[in-house]
């Protein structure tokens, strides 16, 4: 073996050192997500974990894409395909941790069976969300569509009848729980209803059920990285039973964990 060659092999040995022991980056919303990791930071002590909190300016695929972070965890994987289409990128699920219940929520009525005629309904203008938020109020008789299974995203244009004239209003996702003083209901993702200080498993007039859900929130990463132990280690951590345990006790039905 040449001296070129040997040192060759010394350099990636030394790269692939450092790659594995440098600090994990993850970009995440910050409830549940940014919760859930910043626990497992406290409990597996061998993860060196940096977790980098999303606001409303940033893209967490496009990070990822740029290489500004090694993972993400915000999103469930119909919400990632859309993303990868339109990012012309291609990445790697590698967990699946926990259900965020959409929910319909209201400032203005006790009950879905007080919606008056004609009743303002905030839904969120993402492609996914708002097919999953048609499908919970086709799910309580307030609307029918052309379509009954979840996973064939639909949109307004899908209603096929609504008896009670309801006004569906796209909104930015993350400005839902604003418009519950505006609108009679607003269906509102489970983090961003948890951030805004609502309880869905008390608050909620409806919730999604979590049974067969399609829209379970993933841990993603590149393909180059899926192999990464830092990225198999935290994979592994946050499908654990203890995972699991920690996120009923905190969220208590709020936030279901898929792996229980």
Do not use: C, W
């Amino acid at each position: 073996m040449t001296k070129k060659v040997i040192a060759t092999l010394v350099l990636l040995s030394a790269v692939s050192t450092y790659a594995s022991a440098a600090a994990l980056r993850v970009a995440a919303d910050a409830v549940p997500h940014s919760e859930i990791l910043n626990h497992i930071k406290e409990t597996d002590k061998h993860l060196d974990l940096k977790v980098i909190e999303l606001n409303g300016n940033l893209n967490a695929n496009e990070l990822l894409a740029r290489g500004d972070v090694d993972a993400n965890y915000f999103q469930h994987v119909p919400y990632l395909r859309d993303q990868e289409k339109a990012l012309g990128e291609k990445f790697a699920v590698v967990a699946t941790v926990h259900i965020e219940p959409l929910g319909i929520y209201s400032h203005k009525v006790k009950s879905l069976k007080d919606l008056p005629d004609g009743a303002q309904v905030a839904v969120p203008n993402n492609v996914t969300n708002l097919s999953r938020a048609l499908y919970l109020l086709q799910a309580n008789g307030l609307i029918k569509l052309k379509s009954s299974s979840a996973t064939t995203l639909v949109s307004v244009a899908d209603i096929s009848a609504n008896p009670q004239h309801l006004k569906i209003i796209e909104v930015d996702a993350a400005q839902l729980p604003r418009a519950l003083d505006d609108a009679q209901l607003a269906i509102i993702n489970g983090n961003y209803a948890l951030q805004a200080g609502l309880t869905p498993s008390k608050d909620a007039l409806a919730l999604e059920q979590a049974k067969d859900n399609p829209y379970a929130n993933v841990l993603v990463t590149t393909p180059k990285l899926a192999h990464d132990p830092r990225i198999i280690e935290l994979a592994k951590d946050l499908e654990s039973k203890q995972t699991a345990e920690f996120i009923n006790q905190h969220y208590k039905g709020s936030v279901i964990p898929v792996h229980q």
